[in-house]
């Protein structure tokens, strides 16, 4: 069985929401789309919890979160005990979160990288792997600040 990776949005994320889905798809992933499927005002906070709590209960491997610009889901998401969420703006911010930082969320911004750029993020974040090493030692000290 493929990955399954869980995304959400709000409504200012809705398109690149729909992109990361179709990326994730074509790449194989088992994809769980927890919305929302309108463009009705509503707040973001509920949507990261719902994707922090679908990675955080291993009911997913990654999630992926879409507003404006990727700040307040971020934050959001970063509350959750066990969240590693990583707001990326490059190709390489993605490669770096989940190869040093072992993201298991990724945040962007509709409103900052498009659709084109946001969809090639979402590629490169899904494809990187953890490097461990000298890495799970400062991964460690992460999550030692959740206790």
Known sequence: MADRIVFGSD???LA???EAVRVAREAGFDVLDLGPF???SVD???HAARVAAGV???GARLGVLVCGTGIG???AANKVKGVRAALCTTEFEARMARAHNDANI???GERVVGLGLGGAIVAVFLAQDFEG???QRRVDKISALDR
């Open 44 to 46: 973001y906070p509920d």
């Open 106 to 108: 990724l945040c962007m």
């Open 11 to 13: 409504h200012a994320g």
């Open 16 to 18: 690149l929401r729909a």
């Open 56 to 58: 955080t209960s291993g």
């Open 73 to 75: 889901m971020s934050i």
């Open 38 to 40: 309108s463009a009705e």
């Open 133 to 135: 090493g000298r890495h």
